[in-house]
C-alpha cells in the first residue's frame, strides 16, 4: 500500500491568496477584467482564471488600452505604470502583495533621503523580474539589481552603498552577498544593508526540506515560470535526490511508483492547492493498478 501526502505548509502565499480573491471579486462583477502580466506563475491556475474573463496583457498592449479596469498583481508596479493608467483613465485594482508594497515605500524614501551623488540603491534581485522592476521604479530607475556575487563589478565600491532585497531572495544568497561587500568595500564609506525578505516565503525551505527528507519520493508542483518553484525544488532534491519537478497531473511517470511506499506532495508559494489536489488524486490511481 502506497501512501500518499501533500505538503499542509505548500501553496500560495497570502500575497498571491490576495491578489486572486480581489480577481475573483472583480469578475463577480464584470466577467472581464485586464491583468498586467500573469497574475501567478502557474499555467493551470491563468488558465483557470482566464476561463473566468481575466485577460492577461504585457505591457506593451497596457500603454494602448483606455476607459476601462486592470488588476496589478502581487509582485507590484513602478510608479510610471500608475501614472499611465492615470492618464488613460484606467481604473487600478492594486493587488500589489502589502510585503512588497512597504519595501517599495523603504527604497523611496532611503532614495530621496541619501544624496544621489554620494550614494548608490542596490537591490539584490532577480534582473528583470516584476517585483525586481516595481522596486527599481522607486529610484527612478536608477538603482543597480545584482542577481550574482560576479554582478558587484556593477558597483563602485568605493562609493556609499544601501542595500536592499526582492522579498523572494534566499537569506543564505542575501547574507553572502553582504560578507562580499564588507570585504570589498573601500572602508572610508558607509555600507548600509537591509534584510527585506518575505519570511512566510523564506521560512518555507526548513519545512520543506524536512517533508521531502521523510518520503520515498517527492513530487514537487510548480509552474515552469515560478523563480520560487525552482528555488524550492532544488532543495527538495538535495534533501531528496528522487525529488521529481511537475507542472500538472499528466507529467507524472507511472513506473516511478514501482517499489515505493511513501508519497510526497509539495508545491511553490505560486502552486494552488487545488492542483496538488489532482497531482496526488492521479497518484491514487496509479498507486490502486501498480498495487494490482
Same mark, same amino acid.
Given at each position: 500500500m502506497i501512501k500518499i501526502e501533500m505538503d499542509s505548509g505548500s501553496g500560495f502565499c497570502f *500575497?498571491?491568496?490576495?491578489?486572486?480573491?480581489?480577481?475573483?471579486q472583480e469578475l463577480d462583477k464584470d466577467d472581464s477584467l485586464f491583468c498586467l502580466g500573469d497574475i501567478v506563475h502557474n499555467g493551470s491556475e491563468v488558465e483557470r482564471l482566464s476561463k473566468?474573463?481575466?485577460?492577461?496583457?504585457?505591457?506593451?498592449?497596457?500603454?494602448?488600452?483606455?476607459? /476601462?479596469?486592470?488588476?496589478?498583481?502581487?509582485?507590484?508596479?513602478? @510608479?510610471? /505604470?500608475?501614472?499611465?493608467?492615470?492618464? =488613460?483613465n484606467i481604473q487600478v485594482i492594486d493587488a500589489t502583495c502589502p510585503v512588497v508594497l512597504k519595501l517599495q515605500q523603504r527604497i523611496k524614501n532611503a532614495y530621496e533621503t541619501h @544624496?544621489?551623488?554620494?550614494?548608490?540603491?542596490?537591490?539584490?534581485?532577480?534582473? *528583470?523580474?516584476?517585483?525586481?522592476?516595481?522596486?527599481?521604479g522607486q529610484t527612478e530607475n536608477s538603482a543597480i539589481v545584482v542577481e550574482h556575487i560576479e554582478d558587484l563589478d556593477r558597483v563602485d565600491l568605493n562609493k556609499n552603498i544601501c542595500?536592499?532585497?526582492? /522579498?523572494?531572495?534566499s537569506i543564505a544568497g542575501f547574507n553572502k552577498l553582504v560578507e562580499t561587500i564588507k570585504k570589498k568595500i573601500n572602508p572610508s564609506v558607509s555600507f548600509e544593508f537591509y534584510d527585506t525578505i518575505c519570511r512566510q516565503v523564506s521560512n518555507?525551505?526548513?519545512?520543506?526540506?524536512?517533508?521531502?527528507v521523510r518520503h520515498d519520493i517527492v513530487f514537487f508542483v510548480s509552474g515552469k515560470k515560478s523563480s520560487n518553484g525552482k528555488a524550492l525544488f532544488d532543495e527538495c532534491k538535495a534533501v531528496n535526490p528522487n525529488s521529481h519537478l511537475i507542472s500538472t497531473p499528466e507529467d507524472i511517470t507511472p513506473s516511478l511508483l514501482?517499489?515505493?511506499t511513501t508519497v510526497g506532495?509539495?508545491?511553490?508559494?505560486?502552486? @494552488?492547492?487545488?492542483?496538488?489536489?489532482?497531482?496526488?488524486?492521479?497518484?491514487?490511481?496509479?498507486?490502486?493498478?501498480? =498495487?494490482d
Open positions: *500575497g498571491v491568496v490576495n491578489a486572486i480573491t480581489k480577481a475573483e473566468r474573463g481575466l485577460r492577461t496583457i504585457e505591457h506593451e498592449e497596457f500603454s494602448k488600452l483606455k476607459n /476601462t479596469r486592470i488588476l496589478f498583481r502581487a509582485h507590484g508596479e513602478p @510608479p510610471a /505604470t500608475y501614472l499611465a493608467a492615470k492618464a =488613460n @544624496p544621489k551623488e554620494d550614494w548608490q540603491i542596490v537591490i539584490y534581485g532577480k534582473i *528583470g523580474h516584476a517585483e525586481v522592476n516595481g522596486l527599481v542595500l536592499f532585497s526582492q /522579498t523572494t531572495k518555507r525551505i526548513p519545512n520543506i526540506r524536512t517533508f521531502a514501482k517499489g515505493v506532495i509539495c508545491g511553490a508559494t505560486s502552486t @494552488p492547492k487545488w492542483l496538488m489536489e489532482e497531482v496526488a488524486k492521479e497518484l491514487e490511481k496509479i498507486a490502486s493498478v501498480t =498495487n
